[in-house]
Nanobody
Framework: QAQLVESGGGLVQAGGSLRLSCAASGRTFSMYTMGWFRQAQGKERDFVAAISSSGAITNYAEPVKGRFTISRDNAKNTVYLQMNSLKPEDTAVYFC?????????????????WGQGTQVTVSS
């Protein structure tokens, strides 16, 4: 059974950093584009970043460009999201997801596999 498990969330002060991890199992996720999404309380789930199967191509949402970096280690079946210069508005539950689409795939409905999410809270 395909499974994605996020970790690394927590409470951090504004300006700080966190690194999220997403461990994949059960399928050959190295063949998939992997993405990160986030959902703030009471809001819709939004695209954050995506990385191609090889890791050569990335795509970022405007609010996180220059601050977040997505990467992957296919040997470890793990995807990462390095988050720097965090702001209170980055507070959300962060989800890892997989799609057979490209890094331009940003719609929630086009991602077929999801993790359970990890909470990130940024205090001001």
């Amino acid at each position: 059974q395909a499974q994605l498990v996020e970790s690394g969330g927590g409470l951090v002060q504004a300006g700080g950093s966190l690194r999220l991890s997403c461990a994949a199992s059960g399928r050959t996720f190295s063949m998939y584009t992997m993405g990160w999404f986030r959902q703030a309380q009471g809001k819709e789930r939004d695209f954050v970043a995506a990385i191609s199967s090889s890791g050569a191509i990335t795509n970022y949402a405007e609010p996180v460009k220059g601050r977040f970096t997505i990467s992957r280690d296919n040997a470890k079946n793990t995807v990462y999201l390095q988050m720097n210069s965090l702001k209170p508005e980055d507070t959300a539950v962060y989800f890892c997801a997989a799609t057979s689409g490209t890094t331009r795939t940003v719609a929630v409905r086009q991602y077929g596999y999801w993790g359970q999410g990890t909470q990130v809270t940024v205090s001001s």
